[in-house]
Every structure is written in structure tokens, then in C-alpha cells.
């Protein structure tokens, strides 16, 4: 009998998730699968328990919660030599990597997913050792934005960070930053570095437009002046999917970067907080096998 594994953080989606996982598993004994359940309680068991589907060589792992959830159980498919395929019920406040997979943000939506027979093979990166699915921002607003605390998240949704954001904004500036990708090497001060895998970052769906899931670069933007975020143009920038045309930010693209700085500088790794620096990241091209929903259910 096939194998599956769901891994469920039971505080997600306003503490629902546990009916989620309910429905999903009646969904996939319906397929033919014989599902375990495994219910997250403390850090890095996610990753634990999608380690141990790999080693069962199980086909397929769901992960039933937010972006934390599901960054934590991609790390379970580092260095295995099988990696079942990935499915994704989202209930976390921002749910970047479903979004940029068009999987439905509804969970019973995104449930009714996992029984499409559509996969799609997708990037992931490498952040000093460990693995991650969407976004690493360093600096000092990847700082405050780390500061959000799991009640603001549910009770104000992705509000909760801009409203994090702008209390930090006045009186604060950029941290001297080195910035090697590929051949190029930026140096200065910088309030915000971002490098992103999707197009979706901070539910903003058009930050990194040119952006795949599977096209084998990191997409890079350093912000150069914190006055930047106090301008118009730069929320129309955002909006309109032109942030790497906007005179304060520097855009590339690359394979390798590294992140360094003299100064003590905190990072935030798919939505959580991550490492201080140095980091460095580079890209695992078409990584893990996700189930996206059918054409006609997009």
C-alpha cells in the first residue's frame, strides 16, 4: 500500500488545523494510501518527521500549516536519496510558497488539491548548510519582522508586519553590508537585503516578477537608503512589479551569494528567524516534486 505522511502544526490557521487534517486523510485513504499523522510540538519536528517518511521511502508528505511549517519539513529532504512528493495545505498568515504554486489558499480548496495528479519540480535553497523554500531578508527590518509574535500573526494577519515595520521605520539606519553574487561583489550601508526564490515575498505577488519556481537562480534586491520606504514610488514600485527598477535598489540575479558584515546583523528565513550573518546561500535547481492543483482547478 502507498505511504503517506502528514505533518500537522496544530497552533496554524487559527488552531483549525487539526479538521484539515482530517478531511486530508480521508482524501487520500479514498486514493489508496495509508496515512500517518504526525503532529508538530517542538522546533524541528517537522523535519524530523519528513526525514523519517524519506527513510520509509514513503510517496508522498503533506505539510498541513504556514510557511515556518513547511520550511522546517523541506529540510527533511536534505541529503536523502528518496524524497516523496510534497503536498501543501496552507494556513500560516503570508503562505508565499503556496501562492507563487497557485495552490489554493483556502485549506479545503488546497486539500481537494492533493488529489490532482499534477506535480511540478521546483527550486529550493541553501542557507549555510540548511535548506529553505522562499525568502532570506537580512538587515535590520528582516530583524523587526522576525520580532512578530505568533498571536499578532493570527490576530492582525499579514498586517502584523507592516504594522511591526512602520513603528521601526524612524530613527533607524541601514547596517554596512558586503554582497557577493557570482562575480559582482556590492558593498554599503543597507537597511534591507532580500534574496528571493519566487515571485511572492510577504504576500507582495509581484515583488520578484521575472521570478520561478523552477528557473535555477536566486533573485537578489538590496535597498540602499531607508528612505526608500517613506516614498510613493516605492509602494507603486511594489504594486506595479517594478521594484527592481526603482533608483534605491540594486537587482540581480545569481547562483551563489554570500552576506557579510562587520556589524551584528539578523536575518528572516521564510518568515522566521533565522541565522545572524555571514550567510551563505546558493540554489538546488528543480529540488522536490510538489503536487499543484489541475489546469481547470487553477
Not at 518527521?49 to 498541513?64: H, K
Not at 536519496?81 to 483556502?106: E, K, Y
Amino acid at each position: 500500500m502507498k505511504q503517506a505522511t502528514i505533518i500537522m502544526n496544530p497552533s496554524s490557521g487559527k488552531e483549525e488545523a487539526p479538521a484539515f487534517v482530517e478531511s486530508a486523510a480521508g482524501l487520500l485513504r479514498a486514493q489508496g494510501y495509508e496515512v500517518l499523522v504526525k503532529e508538530t510540538a517542538a522546533e524541528l519536528d517537522a523535519t524530523r518527521f519528513c526525514t523519517e517518511a524519506c527513510e520509509a521511502r514513503s510517496e508522498l508528505v503533506v505539510s498541513i500549516g504556514g510557511d515556518g511549517t513547511l520550511h522546517e519539513t523541506i529540510n527533511g529532504f536534505e541529503n536523502q536519496a528518496h524524497r516523496p512528493r510534497l503536498g501543501i495545505v496552507p494556513l500560516g498568515t503570508v503562505n508565499d510558497f503556496a501562492r507563487a504554486l497557485h495552490i489554493p489558499l483556502d485549506p479545503e480548496a488546497a486539500v481537494s488539491a492533493l488529489a490532482s495528479s499534477r506535480t511540478r519540480r521546483v527550486d529550493v535553497g541553501r542557507l549555510n548548510g540548511r535548506l529553505f523554500a522562499n525568502v532570506v531578508a537580512a538587515g535590520p527590518l528582516a530583524e523587526t519582522l522576525s520580532a512578530v509574535t505568533s498571536a499578532d500573526k493570527s490576530r492582525f494577519g499579514a498586517f502584523a508586519y507592516f504594522k511591526e515595520g512602520a513603528k521601526d521605520l524612524l530613527g533607524r539606519s541601514g547596517h554596512p553590508l558586503v554582497i557577493r553574487y557570482d562575480d559582482a561583489v556590492w558593498e554599503g550601508a543597507s537597511p534591507l537585503f532580500i534574496a528571493a526564490l519566487t515571485n511572492s515575498v510577504g504576500g507582495f505577488e509581484r515583488l520578484a516578477p521575472e521570478a520561478a519556481v523552477d528557473d535555477g537562480l536566486i533573485h537578489g534586491f538590496i535597498v540602499k537608503d531607508l528612505s526608500f520606504f517613506r516614498t510613493l514610488t516605492a509602494g507603486l514600485s511594489l504594486l506595479r512589479g517594478h521594484l527592481q527598477d526603482h533608483k534605491d535598489v540594486v537587482y540581480f540575479t545569481a547562483k551563489r551569494v554570500s552576506v557579510s558584515s562587520p556589524s551584528l546583523v539578523g536575518t528572516n528565513v521564510d518568515g522566521e528567524t533565522g541565522p545572524p550573518l555571514p550567510l551563505e546561500l546558493d540554489i538546488l535547481p528543480r529540488h522536490i516534486d510538489v503536487i499543484v492543483p489541475e489546469p481547470s482547478a487553477e
